[in-house]
């Protein structure tokens, strides 16, 4: 059976980077900007049927959240920026592939420029092949996620391979539909090959689960934190009411933040509403103000609203919502 063919790259300056697609196809991701210091993401996206794989780089810190589909799983690694880049709280360091069941939840924060690959395929597509590769003696997880420490050598022939069918890809994608979809059969079952030997690769190290369960029972604190947060925007909790909901003292939740996501609990929820307020104001109704988004998101001073947005984004909310009142016209 032939597979679908489908092939883009995009690249996102300044605010749009917001509106980069979704990592998890089937998923939902969102992207905060945490500053605007530099504003550059390259996205590159190739869907072969059930199997996805995408790649990105940006040059400025950004945070995503979101969820694995409930069909398929997900497997990433990243070839710059480990060294500063998190995942559900945990550090993500050099040498790591990562392997997330289906429905996993997904908190990524990269605090400065990044490069990473993702790929998606249903879970008994991989398994049936890793079964074939190994023997049968090599099993996915149920429901955790899995870390490999993999050596230098095999992560970047990995790299090399993916890389060469993404360029492959962009060279056939204004071929005739039939020559594309007989070439996305040969891509897909290349992409798998070379993720397969990269998981059973005899010299990698899977990771006790038990050694991040601290950082990971943290980063779903701070997952569960904004959910509170988000629920309950008109009363604007404060960092107070968020630690009583944890059980923690406010002392040990500023702790926490701090070393989970490397900033205090009150600017954390800010950049939250601030971003919030701005997607509201990229894509406004015809009735929206910039007053109206302020209070939405809990900004309880007009004035004050406006000097945080702009510290953040580089432009007055009035200005963006201008932009955007000009783009629908």
């Not at 089937?26 to 199997?51: F, K, M, P, Q, V």
């Not at 990044?114 to 099993?139: H, N, V």
Request: proline share 3%; hydrophobic share 40%; charged share 20%.
């Amino acid at each position: 059976m032939l597979s679908e063919f489908s092939y883009k790259q995009t690249l996102y300056s300044g605010l749009d980077a917001i509106n980069a697609f979704s990592i998890i196809e089937g998923g939902y991701l969102e992207h905060r900007l945490i500053s605007l210091e530099s504003d550059t993401l390259c996205a590159t996206h190739l869907s072969l049927g059930h199997i996805q794989i995408k790649s990105g780089k940006h040059n400025f810190p950004i945070i995503a959240r979101g969820k694995v589909p409930a069909d398929t799983v997900y497997i990433g690694f990243m070839t710059i920026g480990s060294e500063s880049t998190r995942y559900n709280g945990i550090p993500v360091e050099a040498g790591r592939m990562r392997f997330y069941p289906e429905n996993t939840e997904i908190f990524y924060q990269a605090s400065g420029a990044a490069e990473w690959f993702a790929y998606s395929i249903p879970r008994a597509m991989l398994q049936t092949a890793i079964d074939i590769y190994s023997a049968g003696r090599f099993k996915l997880s149920a429901d955790q996620i899995m870390t490999f420490h993999i050596k230098p050598g095999p992560l970047n022939q990995l790299k090399q391979e993916v890389t060469d069918i993404l360029d492959i890809a962009k060279k056939i994608n204004s071929v005739t539909l039939a020559d594309a979809k007989n070439m996305a059969d040969i891509l897909s079952d290349a992409l798998m090959k070379a993720y397969v030997k990269a998981i059973c690769t005899p010299s990698n190290h899977i990771e006790d689960i038990k050694s991040v369960a601290l950082n990971r029972f943290h980063g779903r604190l701070v997952m569960d934190s904004e959910q509170l947060v988000l629920k309950n925007m008109q009363q604007n909790l404060k960092s107070g009411g968020i630690a009583d909901f944890t059980g923690y003292s406010l002392r040990a939740m500023e702790m926490i933040f701090k070393n989970t996501v490397g900033m205090t609990p009150t600017h954390w929820f800010l950049n939250i509403r601030l971003n919030g307020a701005l997607r509201d104001l990229m894509y406004p109704k015809a009735n929206t103000t910039v007053s109206d988004v302020a209070d939405k998101w809990g900004f309880q001073h007009l004035s004050r609203f406006s000097e945080q947005y702009r510290k953040v984004f580089r432009e007055l909310p009035s200005q963006t919502l201008a932009k955007a009142r000009s783009r629908q016209s």
